[in-house]
């Protein structure tokens, strides 16, 4: 079993930065792609970005250039580096842990973090 908690959430005028953090605890946590999806009210959850423990990341179209991912293995922790932030962006984020192919396959979820962008 692996645990995720998110902190970092918050208020950020358009334009502005925050930055997710998510720690993972378990026996096998740091096997895991980690990565961050999203989700507005009565919509589907999307993913945002994810990165592999050797370091490979992976970034939605609609982050590409604003937001940027890292892990640090040593923690078990990943981060969510948001910058240029629109209106658009207002959502609730969840941490997840999983394998890749093709696509994020979480395995895992963290509770989620909201993050509101609004002036």
């Known amino acids: 079993q692996v645990q995720l908690v998110e902190s970092g959430g918050g208020l950020v005028q358009p334009g502005g930065s925050l930055r997710l953090s998510c720690a993972a605890s378990?026996?096998?946590?740091?096997?895991?792609?980690m990565g961050w999806f999203r989700q507005a009210p009565g919509k589907a959850r999307e993913f945002v970005s994810a990165?592999?423990?050797?370091?490979?990341?992976y970034y939605a179209d609609f982050v590409k250039g604003r937001f940027n991912i890292s892990r640090d293995n040593t923690k078990n922790t990943v981060y969510l580096q948001m910058n240029s932030l629109k209106p658009e962006d207002t959502d609730v984020y969840y941490c997840?842990?999983?394998?890749?192919?093709?696509?994020?396959?979480?395995?895992?979820w963290g509770q989620g973090t909201q993050v509101t962008v609004s002036s």
């Open positions: 378990g026996r096998t946590s740091g096997r895991y792609v």
């Open positions: 990165v592999g423990n050797g370091g490979n990341t």
């Open positions: 997840a842990a999983g394998y890749y192919s093709d696509t994020f396959t979480p395995i895992y």
